[in-house]
């Protein structure tokens, strides 16, 4: 399952002719399972140069038509190219991201729709940061297809960088500047006038609540403090797609809520967010939907709480026991008498974790058949559930 | 014109920026920058006049013979806008390429690299143009006092011609430290400036060498700088200033060009 669907109102599972009257994946009618829609053929034609197609005149409408499938402009890079529909910020197909022998992103697709909060999920040497600056045009493509705003990140990088503002993974500030030179200057690097940077620079200091150290270098600020100003800085363009990396890694929970707060605001405010994370509780908090990436592929994608329904149960009950010595059957012991009464268990060394729709009544069954754990924890199944399933318990490096 | 993907960098609103950038850096530290303006006066000082005053008069190219000072000024300025490029661009700039990170974030602006590569090179002219002129004045002053330093109105070109060596240099110095990877590496670097800064007839006429040498000689940057502003100064232009602009430019347009590819390499992965 390498394909996520985002563009929201179609799904992946969508009618051939509710796929074909959408535009993006139809040819005048051909769809790309290769059938023919007269309804969205009749589209197409009043349509002639609507944003399936490139098509400009009547004759190669037709010529289209006659074609077989296999070579309907749909399955063109161009084409493709113009198919990332105003709908979609982000659209990407096959993306794929070497270095050398090493593939870091193996032909992953999906879509971001303007407003949403889409977030890369996965542990380290994923992919995500590969993916990330691949968006952000400081990174070539190696192959597949990937437009921002609806643009080649080859031939408009300038353009597209316009329009993006971009919290690297690590803090890029500028040493030698002052907390609001940092700022300034950065608007100049976009064009602003000295003036309209300034301004902008105030206000985005105040909503970052950094105004008290504006004049300040920046070495000796905090690791939220710095990344609260990379934040202001990303947004000194007044981007409407902000890419951040790993926005609250290494900081202390008050930076972290704090950041939250301020991003969850910028997206009431329309922007559209793209951020990668390895924090399930920051996915869950701020992502409206997310994939989760693995070994340079996309391996899942959803909501939180549709991740949450579909990879793992509702509650998890947690079970502890003492380990007397001398038994060594243990695990088999407690495994056989939870046998049947969950969807799945999985033995760890400290404990047994029982994927449950309802945990308090696992719980009581399994005392009723014996077991006598010192500690029972029901809770909530939560991202890290999914994510732990999805991507496995051993350390991959 | 496209130069290796440096054409863009012909419109200099986005280059300057960076120039901008430094401005506001070294607002707060112009100290720094006034002592490149010391040195070229301290050897003009002791070599020129202190000993100037034991040598006598120097034969020029054209068999003229001038005073000392008047032979070795013209030397100076040069000397001086190399190292002020080569200061600039070796040392200011790895640091801000590896440790401050400038570009990684610059990266993500719409500035392109060829930008930074030109901005970079603007500001360390402007900070030679700065030497350049604090040692012209003083050259200026010396003549009023009527030590002629500068024998002919060509020497008013000696400014323009100054930042075309410090081009030249500028652009070889930066390409140069996009091969660097530690700090320890710019020994090598001074290794090739202090010989040509010592041997390429800025202190003595190249006639003291065998005619195999000269043409080595010959052939350095820093000779092609010093023999243009010399002729200048002292007033013997010859056709060879042609060779001598055409490879300082030569050498700043190309550095320039492996600068925006170095960069793109090393940033863009």
Known sequence: ?397 | MTVLGVSRSFALTRPVRLVERNLLVYRRSFMVIFSGFFEPLFYLFSMGFGVGALIGNVPLDDGRSVPYAVFVAPALLASSAMNGAIYETSNNFFYKLKYAKLYDAIISTPMSLADVAMGEILWALLRGSLYAIGFLAVIGVAGLAGLGLISSPLGLLAFPAAMVVGFGFAGAGMAATTFVRRWQDFDFLQLAIMPMFLFSGTFYPIAAYPAGLQLIIQATPLYRGVHLIRALTTGTPDGLLVLDLVYLIAMGLIGLAITSRRLQKLLLA
């Not at chain 1, 563009?7 to 009618?29: I, L, M, R, T």
């Not at chain 1, 991201?97 to 909060?117: L, S």
């Not at chain 1, 502890?320 to 056989?336: L, N, V």
């Open chain 1, 1 to 397: 399952m390498g394909h996520a669907q985002i563009v929201p109102g179609s799904s992946n599972d969508g009618s051939v002719a509710e796929k074909a009257a959408s535009g993006p994946d139809s040819c005048f009618g051909w769809s790309e399972a290769g059938q023919w829609n007269p309804v969205a053929a009749a589209w197409a034609r009043l349509r002639p140069s609507g944003p399936g197609c490139g098509h400009l005149n009547p004759v190669a409408a037709a010529w289209a038509r006659l074609r077989p499938p296999e070579r309907c402009p749909a399955y063109h890079p161009i084409v493709l190219e113009a198919a990332a529909t105003p709908e979609s910020l982000i659209h990407a197909r096959g993306l794929t991201k070497r270095f050398g022998a090493f593939t870091a992103v193996d032909g992953v697709d999906f879509d971001v729709a303007p407003g949403e909060a889409f977030g890369f999920l996965g542990p380290n040497g994923a992919g995500k940061t590969s993916t990330m600056r691949m968006i952000g045009t400081v990174s070539p493509v190696t192959a597949g297809t990937l437009t921002v705003f609806g643009l080649n990140p080859k031939r408009d990088g300038p353009k597209i960088r316009a329009r993006l503002g971009v919290v690297p993974q690590a803090d890029t500030l500028d040493p030698e500047l002052s907390v609001l030179e940092n700022l300034l200057v950065y608007g100049r690097y976009f064009d602003l006038s000295w003036g309209e940077a300034r301004r902008r620079a105030l206000e985005l200091l105040d909503f970052v609540q950094l105004t008290e150290r504006s004049n300040d270098k920046v070495e000796p600020l905090s690791g939220g403090m710095k990344r609260r100003l990379v934040i202001a800085r990303a947004l000194i363009n007044e981007p409407s797609l902000l890419l951040l990396d790993e926005p609250t890694t290494g900081l202390d929970p008050q930076a972290r809520h704090l950041l939250w707060d301020r991003l969850y605001r910028l997206k009431q405010r329309g922007v559209t967010l793209c951020l990668t994370t390895h924090y399930m509780d920051e996915a869950e908090q701020l992502c409206d939907r997310l994939v989760v990436m693995d070994q340079a592929r996309i391996v899942a994608e959803g909501s939180p709480r549709q991740l949450i329904e579909r990879y793992v149960s509702r509650e998890v009950l947690e079970l502890r026991f003492r380990r007397d010595d001398g038994e060594a059957d243990d695990d088999a012991h407690i495994a056989g008498r939870l046998d049947g009464l969950a969807e799945r268990v999985e033995q760890l060394p400290d404990r047994v974790l029982v994927y449950t729709p309802d945990g308090e009544a696992v719980a009581a069954t399994a005392y009723e058949r014996g077991l006598r754990p010192t500690s029972v924890l029901v809770r909530r199944s939560t991202l890290e559930d999914v994510f732990l399933r999805l991507t496995g318990r051993s350390l991959v490096e």
